[in-house]
């Protein structure tokens, strides 16, 4: 389920669990549940990869003995035994089995129904029944066959839904890869074997009962903000945008929903000339406003140029673009993070506490999304505390502010009734291709058109 | 009786039974004492800050275009980037983008499958994502040749074991996050298809979901059949607050705009407004007169108001603040089922069942 792929199949993991601690005879279903938490844990857990299953290639599992490795106690066999029988993982091999091998053999985490979940529709039972009955005729089990029945006199007004659904599936299944048709049916398979009523049931109420009680006593520790502080914070920011909001206020030179003129449009594209005072009035408001308007970013940059200090805002836009790009570029940009920010002399060095450093560069050795989170959260405090401030301040924000346009509000026409043509504008879509068309035609020569929309 | 649970094995000492009693007691005793230390820190309601607020005065919003063209209910709609492009999907499986401006047709597609029950717009302009009862979402990158197959492009990024609710791109078109009618949402990797984090949580099937305008953009809340609200962490999976004070599903929930509160539309046709910060309701939006379910809401530019699409054909504008209904809008002829203001607040658009598209401004 969760996919961060490493080169080395076990890992230390070692390091991680505390659990080794609480693993005894008695294995109650709330250390479980803390046991499953800590072996999903992103940066200590378990490291899920691509596991073989005689010809196959099962994504995002584990073996068994890893799973074993994870504890390095003499009571993880049992442990481990009782995850599986109570499913909070499934094999692969063998899937009516329900032990744990201490070997090659592949598991998964299942997906989680058992804990916050009464009956999650996804594993419906009628369903599940009706699709075995559908695939193999007459092969349900005793217990299969009475709760078939049992679910078919109960809902029998819907049961041609039910048999739908089923066919269905068992058509969408078809069509999928071999892989995902063996995880989804053992996965499936699993579930339906632990869940065998009425025993299970209850077993299953506890542990529900166990992760809601968990829930509560979370939400109990978690600090609140009294209502009056919260509740000040909705009159002011209201106040604050009431002139930025057209539906409220009206906008200049005229709403083009209700004028057909799309003056407004054009002064408020991405990039202009000369922009309108609301909009640089707007970069004051907060510092997320200053960074989402690309104008200006590009004005902070400026300023940031002159006080030696722009290596930051490079630093914070190189992090952005990890944690919203492609997943196959990632180690790519980590690498060059770490060149151009990060190592010793590097030509744009960013000033991060050592622990913070220390923390990163560790984390750089096993690159994922969020590997630049705290460096990149820590950067962008240092701006928002020091440079935004000043910046706001400073000449070259007060300059932009008084040459700024006020549109003139559009006269309302003498013949109300006549309509201005509409006109169309050019599809981002288009203008993206075009750009793109024109980067690879430039040949490298320097001219980097801004590849993206011009609103 | 004594347990254990599966013949094979012997862990329980303790029956079952008076484990799973005993564990109620403890789940009842320990919400109560939640909803106590949430009260605590409630000293005053939200129009009782508002009373030093100037009142609204009358609302005039119209219909400025409507954009005929689907031969089926509208399902859902979202805004491009560029303000005036949208695309909308419907019942008989047709996703449509439009130029709401000229109300010209830009690109339609038709799905293998009926309902398409969510359809995003990814933030360059240049792909729209849609899926409905086919389990899955699927992203499709816009092309200007008229003579090309947009559907031969078409590319699977989502799988899901039942129906996709909902979908949105995070903040580039790399990312998207469903949720879905098998109780979970998910986030995906556009690219590779690749499932990188999963949301359990609901205890049925998930309607909608919202992601925050947060400095740290890490957020996102969903809403679902179960009732609750909840709001997760999008990098460890986990869920960080819960909502439960709707009477039934919740269909939509979107954040306010400073990202300190959001508001949720249910089936028991109330809207209601939630504070992140103070972990409560703070506002109910109804009346009386209005006992048909709110399909779809959203915020104007400044949160000062809220517009809800109605089961009963009619938009109201709320009052964030103080609480009133501050104008009714009529139009459609049948269910509104789906409802966004545009990127910069100068409009917003409406879907419904009567098969059309209306921006109002």
Known sequence: ?455 | MRSPPTPEMATQEVPLNETLAHLKTESETLKSKLEEERAKLHDVELHQVAEKVEGLGQFVMKTRRTLKGHGNKVLCMDWCKDKRRIVSSSQDGKVIVWDAFTTNKEHAVTMPCTWVMACAYAPSGCAVACGGLDNKCSVYPLSLDKNENLAAKKKSVAMHTNYLSACSFTNSDMQILTSSGDGTCALWDVESGQLLQSFHGHAADVLCLDLAPSETGNTFVSGGCDKKANVWDMRSGQCIQSFETHESDINSVRYYPSGDAFASGSDDATCRLYDLRADREVAIYSKDSIIFGVSSVDFSLSGRLLFGGYNDYTINVWDVLKGTRVSILFGHENRVSTLRVSPDGTAFCTGSWDHTLRIWA
């Open chain 1, 1 to 455: 389920m969760f996919t961060y792929v490493c080169v080395c199949v076990c890992v230390c993991v070692c390091v991680c669990v505390c659990v080794c601690v609480c693993v005894c005879v008695c294995v109650s279903p709330l250390q479980m549940e803390k046991v499953i938490v800590a072996m999903q844990d992103p940066d200590m857990g378990m490291k899920m990869r691509n596991q073989r299953l005689l010809i196959t290639v099962i994504p995002h599992a584990m073996t068994g003995v890893c799973v074993l490795l994870l504890w390095c106690s003499t009571e993880s066999l049992h442990l481990g035994n009782m995850l599986v029988k109570y499913g909070y993982i499934y094999p692969l091999k063998e899937p009516r089995c329900l032990v744990l091998r201490p070997d090659e053999s592949p598991y998964r985490f299942q997906v989680r129904p058992l804990s916050m979940s009464i009956l999650p529709t996804f594993y419906n039972p009628a369903i599940y029944l009706a699709k075995k009955n559908i695939r193999k005729q007459g092969e349900l089990m005793e217990y299969e066959k009475e709760r078939y029945s049992l679910l078919h006199k109960r809902i029998n007004h819907t049961w041609d839904f039910v048999v739908m659904q089923a066919r269905e599936q068992l058509r969408a299944s078809k069509q999928r890869r071999k892989a995902d048709r063996i995880v989804l049916e053992c996965q499936e398979q699993a579930y339906w074997l632990i869940n065998r009523p009425p025993v299970r049931s209850i077993t299953l109420h506890c542990i529900q009962l166990y992760c809601a009680i968990e829930a509560c006593r979370k939400a109990l520790g978690r600090n609140r903000v009294k209502s009056s502080i919260c509740l000040e914070g909705f009159l002011k920011y209201s106040e604050q945008y009431l002139n930025h909001d057209p539906i409220m206020q009206g906008c200049l030179p005229s709403n083009p929903w209700i004028s057909d003129d799309t003056a407004h449009w054009t002064m408020n594209a991405e990039i202009v000339p000369v922009p309108t005072r609301l909009r640089v009035e707007r970069w004051s408001f907060s510092f997320m406003e200053l960074l989402n308007d690309a104008m200006g970013r590009r004005e902070f940059m400026t300023y940031l140029e002159k006080e030696f200090s722009a290596e930051n805002l490079y630093f914070w836009q190189a992090c952005e673009d990890i944690r919203h790009g492609e997943s196959s570029k990632i180690v790519e940009k980590v690498e060059d993070i770490y060149k151009n920010f990060l190592a010793p002399g590097a030509a744009r060095w960013v000033n991060i506490d050592s622990k913070t450093m220390d923390k990163t560069l560790e984390g750089i050795k096993r690159p994922h999304r969020f590997v630049m989170d705290d460096a990149q959260m820590h950067i962008y405090f240092l701006m928002k505390k020091d440079s935004y401030p000043r910046y706001l301040k400073s000449d070259l924000y007060k300059n932009m502010l008084a040459k700024a346009i006020v549109p003139q509000e559009t006269k309302k026409s003498v013949f109300p009734f006549m309509r201005r043509q509409r006109h169309s504008s050019p599809s981002p879509a288009q203008t993206a291709t075009q750009a793109a068309e024109e980067e690879g035609l430039a040949k490298g020569a320097g001219a980097n058109s801004a590849a993206g929309s011009h609103f």
